[in-house]
């Protein structure tokens, strides 16, 4: 990784961090565990912000080396130690940083996929968004669905899409997975996404680092059409690498570009026929 890089991601962090910090506490005094709330949130947000102007800054970059490059930068500021051979067993920087960046990611991914969809009345949520919606009764659809979304186990989807396509009608159509790995669970991740589909929901996976979609059993997996792996697991796989797209293997940027017109596509046929949104739809 060069050097320059390197450097531009920690700067990037250690900025970040410590305004959002600022932010955070203001004048306020706080007791050492708020102060611990608030260094936690700070993180969280600096992740956000480092990864989406690196991005931008280092276009030809693949974007999980970017995220690698934050990640050290994290816990150097954590520990005081850049070492990697050393950071590798420093256990409780590490746990911060799987916290504090699962969390960021998919914030980056709500945020930015909302501002897309946003003319399409379209807005992506969080699990504890849609947990509110429930609660609140705010969700338009029909009790089947609020029953299967009151027995999704917590953890099984990060992200929810929903569609507005009237005042006061919110309906949710889309149930999203976050990783930053394809090899995070994804063989357990596959089965609530196909149950997904069966249920006639929108059911796609964000992935950070693709480098394991260059071996074939992971393909496969996606894209289904092999003895062990019959049917596709996902509707669409989107994932942030220069990659080219491989049948329902998406690559995707900040702009989300692809996710957003298929996110159109898929909203359109639950609202008017869903009963063709199963595990063999795919977007145009």
């Known amino acids: ?170 309906y949710c159509f889309g149930c999203i997975q976050c990783k930053t790995s394809i090899r995070e669970r994804v063989k357990g991740d596959r089965e609530p996404s196909i149950q997904a589909m069966n249920d006639f929901f929108w059911s796609t996976i964000f992935v950070l680092n693709g480098d394991f979609l260059r071996l074939p059993e992971f393909i496969e997996m996606v894209n289904g059409g092999t003895e062990k792996f019959s049917g596709n697991g996902w509707h669409g796989m989107y994932v942030f690498s220069h990659l080219p797209q491989n049948d329902r293997i998406y690559p995707t940027n900040l702009a989300f570009t692809n996710f957003q017109e298929h996110a159109v596509q898929a909203a359109n046929m639950w609202l008017t026929q869903r009963q063709w949104l199963n595990t063999n739809w795919r977007a145009d």
């Open 1 to 170: 990784m060069p050097v320059d890089l390197k450097k531009f991601c920690s700067q990037l962090y250690l900025r970040y961090s410590t305004r959002e910090l600022a932010r955070i506490v203001g004048a306020r005094h706080l007791s050492q565990q708020q102060m611990e709330k608030a260094a936690i949130e700070a993180r969280k947000k600096a992740i956000e912000q480092s990864f989406a102007e690196a991005v931008t800054e280092y276009p030809d970059v693949e974007p999980h080396q970017l995220w690698d490059a934050i990640y050290v930068s994290h816990v150097k500021l954590k520990s005081g130690v850049d070492n990697l051979d050393v950071i590798g067993k420093i256990v409780s920087s590490h746990q911060s940083w799987i916290k504090s960046s699962g969390h960021a990611y998919e914030e980056i991914i709500k945020s930015k996929a909302t501002e897309a969809l946003s003319p399409h009345k379209i807005k992506i949520v969080l699990q504890r968004d849609l947990t509110e919606m429930l609660r609140t009764g705010s969700l338009t659809n029909a009790s089947r669905d609020i029953e299967i979304f009151e027995r999704m186990k917590r953890g099984t989807f990060d992200l929810y899409a929903i569609v507005s396509p009237e005042k006061d009608k919110n």
